[in-house]
């Protein structure tokens, strides 16, 4: 009796893991400034309103980043690309935590926010480049669980490293990672082959359109709304929530950290049920964020609901809500820019989107600390729900048809 086949990876699987692995490692030197922020600032140093400061000028430069490094990568060598975005976010980690300065440590904060913005753009255009179409879908959810497992392992692994080894070692420690990195995936990726997408562009060749003239056209700016809408809360929930969740349940900081390394596990079902929900309508991605725009909606209201009503709770509607709008933002920068294929502007519009998400987060920090110092976590939350609102009607006019 013959036994059974061995089943073989999918084409493609080890450069998948490669651009997995680098962007989940990303994320260790990105959510340590939310691991520190208790710290930082129950020591008295610093205001809320300068610590949301510093997370500001990353989510700024991360904006900005976006829309040049998209754009940059869709013509430049991505081994080459993404090994410096790593190698000087490592660095500037590095640096912040050496740093005693608040304009030093805003501007190295900064400068890592738009280091960290070299990466999501090229890693999507190689993904779509060298996997085959009937692959693709797969290869670009597994891609989209590197921000969960990355969010994730930050706060269980440099978490841990700030209980017992201080502050400054929440930073040391993720910019060595970073660099190590960054030379893994210059020494291995030469050794992935070439483009292996059988698609093909086709049509008459026409003169390249302007970035603003084809925003316009594709009607992406109402996408990028949406992007925005859902950056001010889905990211202030990651920079505040240590803080609301200490506050409004008088937890100590192991516990706290606990809590939010578990509460984002909830985006890998939704993520997987958000790819069934997009296949079902056929990539027809505005119902896709009807359905997922409205879950965020229903999940701040409940946050907002539950504030005194204890952790179980609060656990549950953190959990929701970051599913909610990870599933939205996953459609927007993961999906949708692969609409834009033949147009050879897959990183562009990937780095688009993504800048409207940060420009989102650059907004929520100083905002909703300012908003926590003088109105509580009752006026932050009533914010959200009314920043979430607006993603709705945006849905029915996002994304025009092209043809």
Known sequence: MMGRPVKKPEPCFFLWLLCWVVYAGAYFGRVNLSIALPSLSAAGTYSRVSLGLMASGFFAAYAAGQLINGALGDRLSPRWFVTAGLAVAGLSNILFGLSGSLPVMVFLWALNGYAQSMLWGPLIRLVSERSPPEHLHKGIVFLSTSPIIGYFLSYAVVGRISLFAGIKAVFFIPGIFLILIA?????????????????????????????????????????????????????????????????????????????????????????????????????????????????????????????????????????????????????????????????????????????????????????????????????????????????????????????
Not at 342 to 364: H, M, N, P
Not at 383 to 401: M, Q, R
């Open 183 to 403: 030379g893994l995936w210059f020494l291995s990726l030469r050794q992935s082959g070439p483009r292996s997408n059988s698609r093909k562009i086709t049509g008459p060749k026409t003169r390249r359109e302007g970035l603003f003239p084809f925003i316009l056209r594709t009607r992406l700016w109402a996408a990028a709304l949406i992007c925005i809408m859902g950056g001010i809360v889905k990211e202030g929930l990651v920079l505040w929530g240590p803080n609301l969740l200490s506050e409004s349940q008088s937890l100590p900081m192991e516990q706290v950290l606990f809590i939010m390394s578990l509460t984002p596990l909830m985006n890998l079902p939704v993520l997987i049920l958000s790819g069934w929900v997009h296949k079902t309508f056929r990539q027809k991605e505005k119902y896709t964020l009807l359905i997922f725009s409205s879950a965020s909606l229903l999940s701040v209201f409940l946050l907002r609901a539950v504030l005194d009503q204890g952790l179980v709770y609060m656990g549950l509607a953190f959990s929701l809500i970051f599913a909610a709008l990870y599933a939205l933002n996953n459609i927007l920068t993961s999906f949708v820019p692969l609409n834009f294929y033949q147009e050879k502007r897959i990183s562009t519009v990937a780095g688009f989107l993504d800048c409207a998400v940060y420009i989102g987060a650059a907004i929520s920090g100083p905002l909703s600390g300012l908003m926590a110092d003088s109105g509580g976590w009752k006026g932050v939350t009533e914010c959200w729900i009314a920043v979430v609102a607006i993603t709705i009607p945006l849905c029915f006019i996002s994304l025009k048809p092209r043809g």
